[in-house]
């Protein structure tokens, strides 16, 4: 989670970036295209989704195309509907199929949307509750930030387990998001590598019954994109 000063510096940052536009000078102008870009950027820097798919594109899309055109592409054209009614997607398929990548793309068409987004993993979900514990700041922002209209949980299962091999704390903590959110209509994207068998056995019937309520499976087919930006670096750092 980005804390107020982060995003402030952030902004600050952005801000002298189109200082030298040479439409609006930096006035950050409603109709010019500066002020969309700086309005977009900081609000997917406060909303932590990864930065290397902030203007990522159907076109950008060479894994996984079927069920990014079969589900996600209408999933984000129907925004406003999944919004009403709490539809959601859960992700699921292994390490570098592209899961991370299609719910930032749906996350990013929201904020194009008017729409408040938060992306986090479970693994830091944890670490900044356990923060609000000593810092009430800290724990009022997340609050905030898990309220947003779209929230995205990516990482299920890679959080710390316990002896027992279930989740230390955080289990109890997703279970109430998620049904909160299920009970006030207000959508979630989940990811994970999981089967349903152990994620049921991970977290409990609970969760895999909100699921099969109101989310729509995206299945991924095996692979590994990541070695598309290696072959990228590649070209532009003039490596072997």
């Known amino acids: 989670m980005r804390t107020e000063q982060e995003v402030d510096a952030f902004k600050h940052e952005a801000s002298q970036k189109v200082s030298g536009c040479n ?46 055109n079969e589900t996600v592409l209408p999933y984000a054209k129907r925004l406003s509907t999944a919004h009403r009614e709490g539809y959601g997607l859960f992700f699921h398929g292994s390490n570098g199929v592209g899961k991370t990548m299609f719910m930032s793309f749906v996350l990013t068409r929201a904020i194009r949307r008017g729409k408040s987004v938060y992306y986090t993993t479970l693994l830091q979900l944890d670490h900044d509750i356990k923060k609000g514990f000593d ?70 019937g609970t969760i895999m019954s909100i699921i099969k309520g109101k989310y729509k499976k995206v299945e991924m087919e095996p692979g590994d994109i990541r070695g598309k930006f290696k072959d990228k670096m590649s070209r532009e750092m003039g490596f072997k």
């Open 135 to 204: 810092d009430r700041e800290a724990s009022v922002r997340l609050d905030l930030m898990l309220t947003s209209d779209f929230l995205g949980f990516d990482e299920m299962g890679k959080e710390s387990m316990d002896a027992t091999g279930k989740p230390k704390f955080i289990r109890g903590q997703v279970e109430r998001i998620l049904k909160q959110r299920f009970d006030d209509s207000k959508p979630v994207l989940l990811a994970t590598n999981l089967s349903e068998s152990h994620l049921t056995q991970t977290y409990g």
């Open 23 to 68: 439409r609006c000078n930096g006035a950050l102008d409603v109709e010019c295209e500066c002020t969309a870009k700086f309005r977009f950027e900081v609000e997917a820097f406060e909303a932590c989704i990864p930065r290397a798919f902030w203007y990522v594109s159907p076109e950008d899309v060479e894994f996984n195309t079927r069920p990014f």
